[in-house]
């Protein structure tokens, strides 16, 4: 990005705070659930009820040791909860159970792509487990309590400030949540809040060592707004400090609406917070054997999965991107080489689950969303978008495969099995059912096609002209209506075989006409 002055520098770390997929909370029974009744998920000890009593919840902690040993943090075998206290309305207890001086695991790293091939290394201070607070719900003049996610559990993991743009928050941010999501640590859903992030953000003129006062901005709920909000508050420090002014350490929020970071409160240090260790709970004491079972778990990542695709289908670095985006995705990718035994390029597989079937998925799922009737577009790039069919793509490797294979074939054209993809995703037919049906063969036939053609030159003289002095773009134009008149049916292959053949027969025509008129 382009800062107001480029004598500036940022420097960023950020903490993310994700819900560990379990089936009850961190310190108590409840189910771990979203979306349910207000208060309807809460005991004695989500409630800080007197006499109430925490108990380690074992798989949140398998969870989030899984989370740290998948970007290289060193487990600590002895680790300690700990009080952090605050007064909020939504915190029960006047205190958070979460981990400080003693954290589970810390000194890691993970690798980002920053663009044009580069890669950058980025230092993790820490991840720890905590539980969440609860929520409060706006309503005009009123402020209510919602503690059906209190004591969710969390891990909370934070860098060293050693990002510099926007664009590389975002891309470590993406990075992170594809881990997550892949290992099922997390659904790293950032609209429900199960992703989240805090921003701690700085600037400083180039080559200095020392950092500038910072500033945090709180629960940045999508990686558009994420990038929004530093842009903002990067070029908000530099002008401050370019009229003089200082930076004020606090604790910010973005507003999505204006574009712009609001004062929350002022920023609290370590100390604010008055920890102490949890009396309530033992130490966390890990064993190097259910270290190791954890290690072992752990499938491929989406890095190396992107590293196996350029190097053993020959994708490129955005194909490779873009197919292991989402883990579904990935394996039904995956599915499709093994079905397809080498009987259609790996990229063109590649194309058509990029290009057609995650597009039509990511509309199929907007419509659904919004009781759309007509098709919708949307962004492929959007951060939530979760492939949620029970596991599984609503459409049979073999069915999708069959389709490729139509079209391979020419038995029908590229556009045509766009057509009939849509239809297969709306009903369940296979391809070679609907085809049928609606009588979608390709014509392939010679004459057939001359005479279409022949047509298309009768009824446009003046284009034909024009194509013939030089105006090579109006080639797109005819084919257009030749496809037009076999309603999409042509091959479009023979279409343009035929009218580049009447189109040099009619520029060599005119060309010996103009020889034998010299002559």
Request: proline fraction near 3%; glycine fraction near 6%.
């Amino acid at each position: 990005m382009e800062y107001i002055d480029n004598s500036f520098e940022a420097v960023i770390g950020l903490e993310v705070h994700t819900q560990l997929l379990t089936a009850t909370k961190m310190f108590c029974s409840c189910p771990n659930v979203f979306g349910k009744e207000p208060n309807s998920l809460v005991c004695p000890v989500c409630l800080a009820l007197p006499g109430s009593l925490p108990v380690i919840n074992f798989n949140a902690v398998k969870l989030a040791v899984k989370a740290a040993l998948a970007i290289n943090l060193n487990i600590n075998k002895k680790s300690l909860f700990a009080r952090k206290n605050y007064f909020y309305p939504d915190l029960p207890k006047g205190y958070q159970i979460s981990q400080f001086q003693d954290p589970v695991s810390s000194n890691g790293y993970l690798i980002i792509n920053i663009g044009e091939g580069k890669e950058k290394k980025i230092r993790i201070n820490r991840l720890h487990i905590e539980e969440d607070a609860g929520k409060l719900i706006h309503a005009g003049y009123n402020s209510f309590v919602d503690l059906n996610r209190a004591g969710t559990p969390l891990a909370e993991i934070v860098s060293e400030p050693d990002l510099n743009s926007p664009a590389e928050a975002v891309a470590y941010l993406k990075e992170l949540r594809d881990i997550l999501v892949y290992l099922d640590i997390s659904d790293g859903n950032m609209e429900e809040g199960s992703f989240r992030c805090d921003a701690n953000i700085s600037v400083r003129k180039k080559g200095d060592a020392k950092l500038g006062t910072r500033t945090e901005v709180k629960n940045v709920n999508s990686f558009k707004f994420v990038e929004k909000a530093l842009e903002y508050e990067i070029n908000r420090q530099i002008e401050l400090l370019l009229n003089g002014g200082k930076v004020i350490q606090e604790t910010l929020l973005f507003n999505s609406k204006t574009g712009k970071t609001e004062s929350m409160r002022g920023k609290e240090e370590a100390h604010d917070y008055r920890y102490f260790e949890e009396p309530d709970l033992s130490p966390l004491i890990l064993g190097e054997e259910f270290i190791a079972e954890i290690k072992n778990s752990i499938t491929e990542l989406p890095r190396a999965k992107r590293e196996r695709y350029i190097r053993e289908y020959a994708l490129s670095e955005y194909d490779s991107e873009e197919l292991t985006r989402n883990k579904e995705i990935a394996y039904y990718f995956e599915d499709l080489i093994k079905a397809n035994k080498d009987r259609v390029e790996i990229k063109k597989i590649a194309n058509w689950v990029i290009n057609d079937l995650l597009f039509e998925l990511k509309t199929v799922r907007l419509d659904q969303e919004l009781g759309l009737d007509q098709r919708t577009t949307l962004d492929q790039s959007a951060d939530n978008f979760e492939i949620k069919h029970g596991g599984m793509i609503p459409v049979k490797i073999e069915d999708f495969l069959e389709l490729i294979l139509e079209v391979e074939a020419g038995n029908i054209n590229k556009n045509t099995g766009k057509k009939v993809l849509d239809e297969m995703l709306s009903t369940g037919k296979k391809a070679g059912d609907i085809i049928k049906e609606k009588n979608l063969i390709q014509v392939s036939d010679e004459k057939g096609l001359e005479d279409t053609i022949k047509q298309v030159f009768e009824e446009n003289p003046n284009e034909l002209e024009a194509l013939i002095d030089g105006k090579d773009k109006l080639f797109g134009f005819f084919v257009g209506e030749a496809m037009k008149k076999t309603k999409g049916k042509a091959n479009p292959k023979k279409v343009n075989e035929i009218l580049n053949k009447h189109i040099e027969n009619y520029k060599s025509g005119i060309r010996i006409n103009q020889e034998q008129g010299q002559s």
